[in-house]
């Protein structure tokens, strides 16, 4: 089970950095999920045992950078979330004195996740963003639906996208699958049922190709379509207008 962090909005000159983590009780070593210092633009990757108690605290995040003599490393940001006060070396133990470096930052649950340095978050990463699902509200039975998803690509490069989704549990059919999505941009993509003579709950995703050479979903969307009922033609509609004894 994977967790990965990567940087957003590293300081000016940042060329290292490194993130230690623990669980909430602190039950592992300190140094147990530590990758070390790392590229600023890297990612960190843990691999996370059972039996964790989550949320994960930081035991430090640290982003350096060399001295001109290339000798010695300059710390340019510092934090941690498991322990709000200073060591204090007189009572050999914590006391009472806040810690300078101490942030309510905290992991909640395995994923992919930028810290932002601006605002001093743990920020769930999304490649791509659902930006409308355009599909009738109501349709006849055995008719076909057709909708269309606008998928929006947050990633700083191009990656391939697709649109997946159910209906009830069946799956939607799409005209295209993975396509090349430049960043900054949305595309389009086309799918279709054939509507049962019930309301529907549609799903719709938005996927990523990652690195792994599978799709995840990243996004997703919910909606209902009504069924219109047709009145039945025929001996429904016929009346007696008027009835006598002979």
Do not use: C
Request: aromatic share 12%; charged share 15%; hydrophobic share 40%.
């Amino acid at each position: 089970m994977n967790l990965t962090v990567e940087l957003k909005n590293p300081p000016v000159g940042a060329e290292l950095w490194q993130l230690v983590l623990t669980d909430w009780n602190m039950s592992i070593p300190i140094y147990a999920l530590n990758v070390g210092l790392i590229n600023s633009a890297e990612i960190s990757t843990f691999e996370i045992p059972d039996g964790l108690i989550w949320p994960l605290r930081v035991v430090a995040l640290q982003i350096v950078k060399w001295n001109l003599e290339h000798t010695a490393i300059i710390q340019l940001y510092y934090a941690q979330s498991w322990h709000p006060t200073l060591w204090d070396w007189d009572l050999n133990d914590y006391g009472d004195e806040p810690d300078p470096n101490y942030r309510e930052i905290f992991i909640p649950a395995l994923g992919d996740y930028y810290y932002n340095i601006t605002t001093e978050r743990f920020e769930a990463k999304s490649y791509t963003n659902i930006i409308d699902v355009t599909l009738p509200d109501e349709a006849t039975a055995g008719s076909l639906v057709r909708l269309v998803v606008a998928i929006y690509n947050n990633y700083s490069t191009a990656i391939r996208l697709r649109a997946s989704g159910t209906f009830d549990g069946e799956t939607i059919t799409f005209d295209t699958g993975g396509t090349a999505v430049n960043p900054g941009t949305m595309h389009l993509f086309v799918g279709s049922f054939t509507m049962p003579n019930h309301n529907v709950l549609v799903v719709v995703n938005s996927e990523y190709y990652g690195t792994d050479g599978q799709y995840h979903i990243d996004d997703t969307e919910l909606s209902t379509v009504t069924v219109i009922e047709v009145p039945i033609s025929g001996f429904s509609e016929f009346g007696i207008a008027a009835f006598s004894k002979v």
